[in-house]
């Protein structure tokens, strides 16, 4: 069965530091997405992308997050300069079509110090 | 605004039935989700209602009531494995999926 794959599964970074989490969405998906959950706390949505642009943001997701997709399978999540706020578990997640099924990855669990 | 209720937490024994609520009041409305969360595992797509009524897939339904702002997870013959964490989300009508989820419902079952 087809899957959304993440990488790295856990990074450690200092405060301060430029943080890229990798993710290849399901192959004939168009929607990709960024989630988050900080532990213990609920999911939270960060950024939508379709055909090569943002289309929805949060509040979340200031000047100092960004995302990518380099080439025709990565989709990449960057964060600039990391804060510990910034501690939590990030998910991506691909879709087909603009409703329906949100196909999850096993996320990318980021820690701060 | 956007909110979007659960219960905690919920016990219940292996092969019984367990029914979670889940009540939003949110800006916009295209459909609801339900999602089941292992602990530090990525959320495992169960079911989407759009329309009002009840939808079965096997041993898990769920119901969906657009005027009342109301849906339930029903997990029938419950086993050992189904303890996890449910999780309520609505998706938006901004034509992508920006799903607000609810806190969650952990769910314990016991022998």
């Known amino acids: 069965e087809p899957e959304v794959t993440q990488t790295p599964s856990h990074q450690v970074t200092q405060m301060g530091q430029e943080v890229i989490l990798r993710c290849v969405p399901i192959?004939?998906?168009?929607?990709f997405y960024w989630y988050r959950q900080i532990l213990g706390q609920k999911v939270e949505f960060l950024v939508s992308f379709y055909n090569n642009e943002i289309s929805e943001k949060s509040e979340i997701f200031d000047d100092q997050f960004s995302v990518e997709r380099p080439d025709g399978s990565n989709f990449t999540l960057k964060i600039r300069s990391t804060k510990l706020e910034d501690s939590a578990m990030y998910f991506c997640?691909?879709?087909?079509?603009?409703?329906?099924?949100?196909?999850f990855g096993e996320g990318s669990r980021l820690t701060v110090l | 605004g956007q909110n979007i209720d659960q219960p905690t937490e919920m016990t219940a024994t292996e092969g019984a039935i367990v029914q979670i609520n889940c009540t939003y009041q949110t800006s916009g409305f295209n459909g609801l989700f339900w999602y089941q969360q292992h602990a530090g595992e990525a959320p495992t797509f169960l079911s989407y209602?759009?329309?009002?009524g009840l939808e079965e897939k096997g041993r898990f339904s769920s119901f969906l009531s657009r005027s009342k702002g109301y849906s339930y997870l029903l997990l029938k013959e419950l086993q050992m494995k189904d303890s996890a964490s449910y999780l309520c989300?609505?998706?938006?009508?901004?034509?992508?999926?920006?799903?607000?989820f609810g806190t969650g419902t952990r769910l314990l079952v016991s022998p």
């Open positions: 997640a691909s879709s087909e079509k603009n409703t329906g099924e949100l196909f």
């Open positions: 989300a609505v998706e938006g009508n901004t034509g992508f999926q920006k799903l607000v």
């Open positions: 192959s004939n998906h168009l929607y």
């Open positions: 209602n759009v329309l009002d």
